[in-house]
Nanobody, 119 residues
Framework: VQLVESGGGLVQAGGSLRLSCAAS????????MGWYRQAPGKQRESVAT????????TYADSVKGRFTISRDNAKNTMYLQMNSLKSEDTAVYYC?????????????WGQGTQVTVSS
């Protein structure tokens, strides 16, 4: 599975960005996709996840009410709509896909896209 993120950039506080993650390869067995972020000097943290089949979502408390995760299975693409951005949202955002098949469970990562929020 290959994951390619896009949509990052520089935005002022209070602004919005929309990230996209396009998946290719053996996507049929993907169960859950998610967005993670890592700020300088901090550990990578989960931002939001979505079950590819049911559409069930989870969010970190810090982004609830501001970020929305969604997916388009026909396009094998996941999105993260980020509104009311804050300076503390500045980080590299990574796309993740988890799949399970007859041989086991696997986790895949994209290369990351930088989001910078200026105050």
């Amino acid at each position: 599975v290959q994951l390619v993120e896009s949509g990052g950039g520089l935005v002022q506080a209070g602004g919005s960005l929309r990230l996209s993650c396009a998946a290719s390869g053996s996507t049929f067995n993907i169960n859950v996709m998610g967005w993670y972020r890592q700020a300088p000097g901090k550990q990578r943290e989960s931002v939001a996840t979505i079950n590819r089949g049911s559409g069930t979502t989870t969010y970190a408390d810090s982004v609830k009410g501001r970020f929305t995760i969604s997916r388009d299975n026909a396009k094998n693409t996941m999105y993260l709509q980020m509104n009311s951005l804050k300076s503390e949202d500045t980080a590299v955002y990574y796309c993740n896909a988890r799949l399970r098949d007859y041989s086991g469970s696997y986790s895949y990562w994209g290369q990351g896209t930088q989001v910078t929020v200026s105050s």
